[in-house]
């Protein structure tokens, strides 16, 4: 499963991240971006992220919920979450790798070899402080439930004194960051296009079913319209 | 963005991995599950898992095909990859965590806190180690390709002495294992229930979209039944 030559037309290589030893890969080069764009578009059209950290000089990867507010990244526990923990417990923070994975598509080749999937991904790699402002925590509580669904943080009750005592949120400034995708169909070797199998593209897609109502939503209560234009 | 008492049929507590202090979580026990039917089947939906590893004492996160077969993973690389180096320059190999989850459902309560998204995610701590026996490898390679489309791999050309030299395997067998779950709708507090915002369950769904012949497909190839079927 390999490379391919295709690049995608929203992706420009000018004027974004500053490339690091962390964020240069050793293979792949023409599949990675470090546009500010690019990389803002598959943080934001993810629900979770895969956060990564050490401990016990293990690693550990957890689905996470998060959301990005310009250039911060806020992750989402609770107080009694190991990563929370742990990065309360650390002076400057807990260092964390945290990755965004969209796949696109089956990519069939003629060969086994060149089999693959299109996928964007984002891996950002930095140190997670626990958020103390009062403020700028509740703030990312909202950016949470609007990062789910665009509008609803508005349509909702704000967490209380208690519910924001309960949560932790783990701040991650879009430092050191790298955008990959793999894009457009298979990439036989020229002397594989005579074998007679199917090769193509096998498109993903991903939509929203009807929404189902709580069983004690209260008669006269609509969906409303940020819901229904999902 | 908390528990729901919810537990998903599928998942018995009886009969499966054997709990860990890496398995065992300090919150959500009841979304926790070590059953390995239900395991198999998370793993065998997604297309990538992130595995982790820790390099110079850092964590890294890369989105990484793999495929299952029986209780071993297969990892997908090639042998110029960071994490397939180490696996085989370390005795007895890499430490690391796979992660892959899948998520079902936004949850949308009546308080910010209460919202949250349904997901089944497993966890696997282990050590992954290079595949050295070529049959073994081959036949990995075949799992990836019948990981990525059922039936795939007999309907392709099977790597050669190059193409195999080039890859790179890590095995890691399913002995730490958790899944977690997330179900049902929303779980507000009886407090909010009075609350006029809508609340309930918006279902995300997957699918595929119609195959993309290859520019260099020939004339009269037929797109096979299993890519028909999917």
Chains 1, 2 share one sequence.
């Not at 693959?116 to 509740?138: C, F, M, W």
Request: aromatic share 6%; net charge negative; charged share 25%.
């Amino acid at each position: 499963m390999t490379a391919s030559p295709e690049t995608p037309a929203t992706a420009s290589p000018d004027a974004g991240y500053a490339p690091t030893e962390h964020t240069t890969p050793t293979r792949y080069r023409d599949r990675t971006f470090y546009d500010r764009a690019l990389v803002h578009s598959i943080l934001d059209e993810a629900y979770v992220c895969h956060l990564g950290f050490v401990r016990d000089g293990r690693p550990v990867v957890l689905p996470t919920l998060y959301a990005r507010v310009g250039e911060r990244l806020y992750l989402h526990g609770s107080t009694g979450a190991r990563a929370q923990r742990m990065a309360g417990e650390k002076d400057p923070g807990l260092p964390v790798c945290v990755t965004v994975t969209h796949i696109d598509g089956l990519v069939l080749a003629r060969s086994s070899f060149h089999h693959s999937v299109n996928y964007r991904s984002v891996v950002i790699h930095g140190t997670a402080v626990q958020l103390d402002d009062p403020d700028e925590k509740q703030a990312a509580l909202d950016s949470f439930v609007d990062h789910v669904v665009p509008g609803r943080a508005a349509d909702s009750r704000r967490a209380n004194a208690k519910e924001l005592a309960a949560t932790s949120v783990l701040a991650l400034d879009l430092e050191e960051v790298s955008a990959r995708v793999r894009a457009g169909g298979p990439d036989d070797d020229p002397e594989d296009l005579h074998l007679p199998h199917w090769t193509g593209l096998i498109p993903l897609t991903k939509g929203y079913g009807a929404p189902v109502p709580a069983d004690t939503l209260a008669p006269g209560i609509e969906i409303p319209d940020y819901l229904r234009d999902l």
